[in-house]
DNA sequence: AACTTTAGCAACCGCTCCGAA
DNA sequence: GTTCGGAGCGGTTGCTAAAGT
């Protein structure tokens, strides 16, 4: 016996979404939350399928999306973690609060993978891309043309230090487990950061491991400012926060 | 102005994971 | 231990707008 699809795909809409579309799931969940997505378009009305409906929502529609063009900072950040993670999409956007790992994706493909290149960086192995003799490096397709072009913009960019990008296998360190986020110039106490994408303070339970389970921009402050106290012998984990 | 190519993004597909029965 | 169903994930596709010719 096959297993049954997750809907049933006859009668049901598919492509873009229509404003009605989405006013339908937003007033659903915002009124009734989300107890499984194989019943939301029933109950909201939707001609759609749940997952259909849950992907719509967690890259669309939900409240805390923080939509606009990724920050230097972020980019950093994020190829960073890439080093590390890999194309664990779900795992590096829990790290970026607002962001979907949709979005992260799509601006890996489009945007971030090209940058490395140009810098002369593998942005699979991020390590540097090696030249083989017909001008054509060993990996990609970057050819000479290419790294004149690298030449260029890494002259115009030497006031732009600070954003730099280095390539991450150049400084990780023996202790895979340690990450230091300083792209902002404070976070930069250590954090673990486990092989699965797991992050945490140390001494502190917060920890988060999934889009959905992260909990806000507020917690990232509160975690920012708890990596900020905690050089301070003063000041106790524990009463952080409490007013 | 018309056509073609490219880039960016939303959405879909198929698979895996995990918990419940 | 096995099966099933729901949720989640990553790769891929397809549409649209912008840029180039």
Request: aromatic letters at 6%; proline letters at 5%.
């Amino acid at each position: 016996m096959g297993r049954k699809p997750c809907c049933d795909k006859v009668g049901l809409k598919r492509g873009p979404w229509t404003m009605e579309e989405d006013q339908k799931l937003i007033d659903f969940i915002l009124n009734n939350g989300i107890q499984c997505w194989r019943l939301v378009p029933k109950l909201a009305g939707l001609m759609r399928c749940g997952k259909s409906c849950r992907l719509r929502w967690i890259n669309y529609l939900r409240p805390d999306l923080k939509r606009g063009d990724f920050s230097e900072d972020e980019e950093d950040i994020l190829i960073e973690l890439h080093s590390r993670l890999g194309n664990r999409w779900s795992k590096i956007a829990s790290h970026f609060p607002g962001r979907t790992d949709n979005e992260i994706k799509n601006h890996w493909n489009t945007r971030i993978k090209k940058k490395l290149k140009l810098q002369g960086i593998d942005p699979i192995t991020h390590e540097p891309i090696k030249q083989s003799e017909d001008g054509h490096d060993s990996v990609s397709n970057i050819t000479v043309d290419d790294e004149n072009k690298v030449l260029d913009a890494n002259a115009n960019a030497t006031s732009q230090d600070k954003n730099k990008i280095v390539p991450p296998s150049q400084e990780k360190e023996e202790n895979n487990n340690e990450a230091i986020l300083n792209a902002d110039g404070r976070l930069h106490e250590t954090i673990n950061l486990t092989m699965d994408g797991e992050c945490s303070v140390e001494g502190s339970s917060l920890c988060w491991d999934a889009i959905d389970s992260f909990p806000s921009w507020e917690a990232m402050y509160y975690l920012e400012d708890v990596l900020f106290f905690m050089n301070d012998p003063l000041v106790s984990i524990d009463s952080f926060g409490k007013d």
